[in-house]
């Protein structure tokens, strides 16, 4: 019998994961006009510090996911200003760039630390009761964090001058320098935004579930169906769509097959290619973030 409690519950924490990952993948469009295909290994980066941190060394699990950020944060800017910029006006060549440097972290970790499925302990054990229902703390952990991070996010682009200046470069970049925003900065900022966001959404997936050296794989395929769904550069449709395809594949996995996984958000991009190429908040319809 299928249990509506619980495909709400999933769906709400497995919605919060995707939202995560894909923000991060949209704001680096949003703001440079590029697709960063090194983003799934960034998940992966953070899931196996946080593995090293509070798994290898049996440290707390909050101090895994603290560092787990901070390392993310440091790669990916470092991966901008090494990598990214000196090509960036190449979209091709941006492309290439990070889609070896994912291959590059990812198997790295496959070759030198391990290709069994690792796990980390949760950063939120043991379980309440709501309603009849147990549920996992540490689900609740992964909403409310997912919740909290977004409107933080929210925050920053609407009340701060950092934010406003991501804002007018994701319109204009001719505009932005025209008003003395300083381009090269507020790119480095936010590489090092997106990365942080995607260690953070890597520790909560190998905690909600487990993690592997490939991880990132399936999440930049989910990335790119989120933000297509949602609207290039939309933050606001990122977050719409991956809350859609998330609780869509939940419901879909739970009362038709468990196989499906992953089957859900290919069919629903080809329909939204189909139906709405330009998204639900895309630039031709919406300019805000």
Avoid: C
Wanted: charged share 5%; proline share 2%; hydrophobic share 55%.
């Amino acid at each position: 019998m299928v249990n509506i409690t619980n495909i709400l519950i999933s769906g709400i924490a497995i919605s919060s994961l995707y939202a995560l990952v894909a923000i991060g993948f949209t704001l680096i469009f949003g703001v440079g006009g590029v697709f960063n295909l090194a983003h799934g290994a960034l998940l992966a980066l953070g899931g196996f510090t946080s593995y090293f941190i509070s798994f290898r060394y049996g440290l707390s699990p909050i101090l895994g996911l603290v560092g787990a950020v901070v390392v993310t944060g440091l790669v990916g800017g470092v991966l901008y200003l090494q990598v990214i910029e000196p090509v960036e006006d190449n979209t091709v060549a941006v492309l290439i760039l990070t889609l070896l440097a994912g291959f590059l972290i990812q198997f790295g970790f496959g070759i030198f630390v391990t290709k069994q499925t690792i796990s980390i302990p949760q950063i939120a054990p043991g379980s309440v009761s709501i309603a009849g229902t147990s549920i996992q703390n540490n689900t609740i952990f992964v909403f409310v964090s997912a919740v909290v991070l977004m409107a933080g996010l929210f925050v920053l682009v609407e009340r701060t001058d950092i934010g406003k200046a991501i804002i007018a470069m994701s319109m204009s970049e001719k505009g932005a320098s025209l008003v003395g925003i300083d381009q090269r900065r507020m790119k480095l900022y936010t590489w090092v935004l997106a990365a942080m966001f995607a260690g953070f959404a890597g520790v909560l997936l190998t905690s909600y579930q487990t993690g592997q050296w490939n991880m990132g794989l399936q999440p930049l395929l989910l990335s790119f169906t989120i933000v297509i769904l949602g609207g290039l550069g939309s933050i606001k449709g990122s977050i719409i769509a991956a809350y859609l395809i998330g609780f869509v594949e939940t419901i879909t996995t739970s009362v038709v097959s468990s196989q499906l996984t992953g089957v859900v958000p290919l069919s629903l991009l080809i329909v939204i290619l189909l139906v709405r190429p330009q998204g639900l908040f895309g630039r031709g319809v919406d300019t805000d973030v």
